[in-house]
């Protein structure tokens, strides 16, 4: 077996992972990754296969669990009811009625909400070069998700700092000022939905909140710790995964100085998925083991984890030919950035639809749009994101 050492705070590593990733997917597809004290996959097969395999999952085991820590109580109450970390009925469950109210013609009804969102933030950029990440691509998302929450879109702020503030909790610069940060935030998030979800129990709209509430499964509802916990994975799990995308979707389209025949409206799909497949914001996805498995030559053994390189298996030479090279105009083949099996992103479409209307928009406004310095990336592996995006329209 093969022992890697890399930390994930490198500067280099930090700056492009994907040689790395090349690297190590040349010598065999699962490897024992030192600085995280488990194995890890490498290649898009065994990413793929293991997605799927109900022998693992995110569910810590039982005989791991511990209590909450003083400082992470608040935060660790909403992560207890996050269907992300949910495995077998109770996970079946929660994700029916979440599917129940965030249907793909509730999403497909949003596409008006998102140009007029995009048409807004455009009209608002600045004069000279001027950074696209807080004004445009985290902006999308977040305003976005408060239309589709029910919630005003005047405390988009306040959604923004705590989705950040919990996110950080799972990168690998992560210290005990984040923990606190983490937890005060959880705090306050927690408590501004429970009043709301009040609101909406009494004064019913047309938005998720309301749809949440009213969804039943065999006769059950979610409780309110349930719909709290839903409403934050909404958040911080779409939220942050488009922002990213839509910034280094931007990045790599501006670097490429790529033809705007790809944003056309017959071919945005296809370059969205190359883009997510060339440069996806979440490079890993850990599972536990729940019994044995033996993994590419190794034994996985149960309790153990595995990460699962989402970022290394889109760029697997056994995918595609030229996986280094971004080429819209190529049919791309199904990637994994959206995750997969009973985990698939139930936001993804959501995330899709933003992707297919915010970059041409973009362009068709500022067709001369330019790099204004050179990108570099943010130290929070195992998300892939931009410190900055200077342009000039």
Not at 64 to 92: T, V, W
């Amino acid at each position: 077996m093969t022992l890697l050492v890399q930390s994930p705070l490198d500067p280099d590593f930090v700056q492009n992972p994907y040689p790395f990733y090349a690297r190590t997917r040349a010598l065999g597809p699962v490897h024992f990754w030192q600085d995280y004290n488990m194995l890890a996959a490498f290649d898009h097969a065994t990413v793929h296969a293991l997605l799927r395999d109900k022998r693992l999952g995110r569910a810590r085991p039982l005989d791991q669990s511990a209590p909450s820590q003083d400082h992470l109580q608040a935060f660790d109450a909403i992560e207890e009811h996050s269907m992300l970390d949910m495995e077998g009925n109770r996970h079946k469950r929660l994700r029916s009625l979440v599917l129940r109210a965030f249907t793909s013609k509730r999403v497909a009804n949003l596409a008006p909400d998102i140009r007029n969102i995009c048409t807004d933030l455009i009209a608002a950029f600045p004069r000279g070069a001027f950074d696209l990440l807080p004004a445009y691509c985290s902006q999308v998302p977040v305003r976005v998700i408060a239309r589709l929450l029910g919630v005003p879109e005047a405390h988009a702020p306040d959604l923004l700092r705590w989705s950040s503030a919990m996110v950080a909790m799972y990168q690998a610069s992560r210290t005990v000022d984040t923990e606190h940060a983490a937890n005060t935030a959880a705090a306050e998030f927690n408590s501004y939905l429970r009043d709301y979800i009040k609101v909406k129990r009494n004064h019913p709209a047309d938005d998720l909140i309301t749809r949440l509430i009213a969804a039943e499964e065999d006769g059950e509802k979610l409780n309110t710790d349930e719909l709290i916990g839903t409403c934050v994975l909404l958040l911080n799990a779409g939220h942050e995964a488009t922002v990213h995308s839509l910034g280094l979707a931007l990045k790599t389209l501006l670097e490429h100085n790529t033809d705007r025949a790809a944003l056309a409206p017959d071919a945005i799909a296809n370059t969205t998925e190359e883009l997510l497949r060339f440069d996806p914001p979440l490079h890993m996805f850990t599972r536990f083991a729940y019994e044995d498995i033996s993994l590419g030559g190794h034994i996985l053994k149960a309790g153990q984890q595995v990460a699962l390189m989402l970022g290394a298996a889109g760029r697997d030479p056994a995918l595609l030919n030229a996986p280094d090279t971004f080429d819209p105009i190529r049919k791309t083949p199904a990637h994994l950035a959206f995750g997969g099996g009973v985990h698939f992103c139930v936001g993804a479409p959501l995330a899709r639809l933003e992707m297919h209307v915010a970059l041409p928009m973009l362009f068709d406004a500022h067709p001369d749009l330019a790099l204004a310095a050179t990108p570099e990336f943010a130290n929070t592996y195992h998300f892939h994101q931009l410190k900055a995006l200077i342009v000039t329209p």
